[in-house]
């Protein structure tokens, strides 16, 4: 009986760290299985986020999963009044749900930034903005990924 | 490091008020800490985590970046001209690292 255990055992950490090595190849595992849903709710303090003014722009198929193009736009006036403090960015289909965090400015004048990110599969992309009013808002895109990103 | 960065502005003469847009590139591995090199050991993490931007001594846009971040990264953000003065980017990371590029901006 020992011997079953032990075997059984051998081949779920042979399975756990084939896994961990091939990261971004393997999507069935990684879909929505990461920290994003924690992040977002340590980022609004477990506030609902509405979805609308936030605006991401990404490619609907990616076929480099390394560089993906994302272009973040938050629809706001940008004056001391009322402005877009933080942006939130996540993935749900990552190793981890990071991607990055933006920290705009009345002094910016426009909410908008623009940069590459890594996509290990097809997921989604999930933007939260808060305002100075101490709303949140959201926006979701689905990017299909052809070759994954994220060290494979 | 010796890493120079590439910053381009879209004006560096500029109306007090106009919207100025600044793009950024600068050579980095952005190492995942996910990897694992030939002897199935982990590549430990190695990103520039932190982007500033400040004109004029102010920050107008900063930002955090995770191992998702694509290498070389590429940053392009805006930001209104009122004041003139060097406009000075600054990336920080793993390692110690510190990148700092500049250029200036004239408001008249």
Redo the contacts between chains.
Sequence with gaps: MDWTIDRRRALAIGAASAA??A?GGLPALAQGGNDHKELIAKFTGGKTAAPGLVKLDLPEIAENG???PMVLTVDSP?TAASHVSDVLVV?DG???G????????P????A????????GATQNVIAVAKLSDGSFHMASRQVKVTIG???G | MSVKPRIKLDKNQAKAGEIVEVKALVSHIMETGLRRDANNNLVPRDILAKFVCTVNGKVVFSADFEPAIAANPYIQFKFKATESGPVVLTWTGDKDVKIVGEDKITVG
Excluded: D
């Design positions: 961990t090595a990261l390394n560089t993906v940008m993935a990552n190793p981890r990071g991607i990055a965090t933006f920290h705009f400015t002094a910016g004048g426009v908008e930034a623009s940069t590459r990110i890594r996509l990103g994220c060290g």
